[in-house]
T-cell receptor
Framework: KQEVTQIPAALSVPEGENLVLNCSFT??????LQWFRQDPGKGLTSLLL?????REQTSGRLNASLDKSSGRSTLYIAASQPGDSATYLC??????????FGAGTTVTVRA | DGGITQSPKYLFRKEGQNVTLSCEQN?????MYWYRQDPGQGLRLIYY???????QKGDIAEGYSVSREKKESFPLTVTSAQKNPTAFYLC?????????????FGEGSRLTVL
């Protein structure tokens, strides 16, 4: 069974600092990996989708890397802003198409 | 605007009552999903549907029921058999029925049992 872990559970940084968010998974036989953002009391917003054949994906200040062999993905957010404060979740889709979610990392960017 | 609409946003239920959460999408997606989110836990899959008139149980289907009579609609009923129904419920969809596509979510419905 795929297990997805996000450590730390919470993170606080000053504005302008780069954010590094980690996602680990136990089974490297994955189809793709998706990063989401969730604001309090809201649904999930898709940030980036990385296919298993890709090493990274970029969108604006966001960059996500994927290392299947080590079971890791990292989401980088450059020059963080208070508006980046949210919970960030990763979801791993295994080759049997099952989707497994991490519990998320809650980020606070201090002005 | 294309998207997924969930209603109601907040719902209160007395013990022993069934309630139905609505999920409508205008993205023309084939696949739709229902997830449950509890504090400190990852999302857990309740039911999913690949095409109209077909749906499958997820990891925590007990006490829930769904229907998929139209492509754009996937309502979830929380029955009185669900022992701990207080949670945040999220509906999602993806373009293809192979489940490999990017997942899009609605804004969620928060159910509280009094």
């Amino acid at each position: 069974k795929q297990e997805v872990t996000q450590i730390p559970a919470a993170l606080s940084v000053p504005e302008g600092e780069n954010l590094v968010l980690n996602c680990s998974f136990t089974d490297s036989a994955i189809y793709n990996l998706q990063w989401f953002r969730q604001d309090p009391g809201k649904g999930l917003t898709s940030l980036l989708l990385i296919q298993s054949s890709q090493r990274e994906q970029t969108s604006g200040r966001l960059n996500a890397s994927l290392d299947k062999s080590s079971g890791r993905s990292t989401l980088y957010i450059a020059a963080s802003q208070p508006g980046d404060s949210a919970t960030y979740l990763c979801a791993v889709r295994s080759n049997d198409y099952k989707l497994s979610f991490g519990a998320g990392t809650t980020v606070t960017v201090r002005a | 605007d294309g998207g997924i609409t969930q209603s109601p946003k907040y719902l209160f239920r007395k013990e022993g009552q069934n309630v139905t959460l609505s999920c409508e999408q205008n993205l023309n997606h084939d696949a739709m999903y229902w997830y449950r989110q509890d504090p400190g836990q990852g999302l857990r899959l309740i039911y999913y549907s690949q095409i109209v008139n077909d749906f499958q149980k997820g990891d925590i289907a007990e006490g829930y029921s769904v229907s998929r009579e139209k492509k754009e609609s996937f309502p979830l009923t929380v029955t009185s058999a669900q022992k701990n129904p207080t949670a945040f419920y999220l509906c999602a969809s993806s373009i293809d029925g192979s489940y490999g596509g990017e997942l899009f979510f609605g804004e969620g419905s928060r159910l509280t049992v009094l």
